[in-house]
Every structure is written in structure tokens, then in C-alpha cells.
């Protein structure tokens, strides 16, 4: 199953960079929609994505149109703190398309209101207290999303167990 994470005109490079390093650790492709809040060769964002860029696929997208038009009939998950159905009630382990994108909006006002309204059925939210805080961090919340996924996903295709490179540096952790 390929998992794709779609960030919609994200604002923060250093949320963006800090995606695109989880994007590397989890063979993720990443899609920016367009206006993004950044140049792309910002020193915060590949600061944040530290070395990890060149192992990225990385998809640029015009508009939100052009995105939506490129997923097509795939499957395509809204995250956003106004969804009745939580992230880990969905089942992200198969579907037929074999592929599956999770779209998070903009860190300062989200998704817009009417393709929410569109795909009511599609909308994910991660629980949260509401009342104290307006919203999570956008790389925390992708973070939680695509390893649940993957989670469902028995982590296919990741290493589950580290081994060390250096016999003594094992041997110190008595493994």
C-alpha cells in the first residue's frame, strides 16, 4: 500500500521540512499545494528536512484543483479537527486502489470549509481538547496519521528493528 501525504498551502517551512523527513523515514511521497508560504530553497526547510530531501518524492500542485484532478476516483482522507469519525476508526490497510493521500490544510485556517462540506464521509480527525488548544502542530498531526496507517500496514517495506553497524556498540547495549 503507498501512502501519499498532501500538504495544502502550508505557511511554516520548518512544519514542511520536519514532514519531509518523516516522508523519507516512511517511503511517503509528498504533494505541496500551491501558493506555498516559502521558497522551496528556504534554509529553514531543508533545515529541517536536515539530508533527508534527496530521498523524498516530491510532488508540486498548481492549484487545489489540480491535486484533487491528479488523485482522481483514489482514495483521499481530509484531516481536520472538524470531522465526527476519528483517524484510527478508519480502516487505512487496503482499498483497491492500492494507494491512499491524506490532505492537511493550511496552519493557520485549515482546509477550505466547502471541500470539507463536499467530502463529509472523508474527513478524519485526531482527538484533542478543544477547549485549551486551537489546534495541533501540522507535522505533529501528519506524523500521527501516516504511522497509524502504516501501523494498520503491519509497517510493510520499514525496518522494525534496528541493528547496529558497530559489533561494539551492539555489544554495549548487552543485544
Not at 518523516?22 to 511517503?28: G, I, K, R, V, Y
Not at 534527496?54 to 484531516?79: K, M, N, Q, T
Not at 482527538?127 to 498531526?141: C, E, G, I, K, Y
Not at 506524523?143 to 510493510?156: G, H, K, S, T
Request: with cysteine; hydrophobic share 35%.
Amino acid at each position: 500500500m503507498k501512502n501519499h501525504i498532501a500538504l495544502y498551502q502550508p505557511l511554516m517551512p520548518a512544519n514542511t521540512g520536519n514532514i519531509s523527513r518523516t516522508c523519507a523515514a516512511t517511503n511517503t511521497p509528498l504533494h505541496l499545494i500551491k501558493p506555498l508560504g516559502f521558497s522551496t530553497d528556504d534554509k529553514m526547510l531543508k533545515r529541517a528536512g536536515l539530508d533527508y530531501w534527496e530521498h523524498v518524492e516530491v510532488h508540486y500542485h498548481e492549484s487545489l484543483e489540480d491535486f484533487l484532478a491528479y488523485v482522481g476516483e483514489r482514495p483521499l482522507y481530509l484531516i481536520t479537527k472538524f470531522a465526527p469519525r476519528i483517524y484510527c476508526q478508519a480502516d487505512l490497510a487496503q482499498n483497491s486502489a492500492g494507494e491512499q493521500f491524506f490532505l492537511f490544510g493550511k496552519e493557520t485556517t485549515g482546509l477550505p470549509a466547502d471541500l470539507m462540506e463536499e467530502r463529509k464521509a472523508d474527513c478524519l480527525r485526531i482527538p484533542m481538547n478543544d477547549q485549551h488548544v486551537r489546534s495541533l502542530n501540522l507535522s505533529n498531526t501528519a506524523n500521527i496519521v501516516i504511522y497509524e496507517a502504516l501501523r494498520q500496514q503491519a509497517f510493510e517495506g520499514l525496518d522494525v528493528t534496528h541493528h547496529y553497524r558497530d559489533t561494539d556498540k551492539a555489544r554495549d547495549l548487552n543485544w
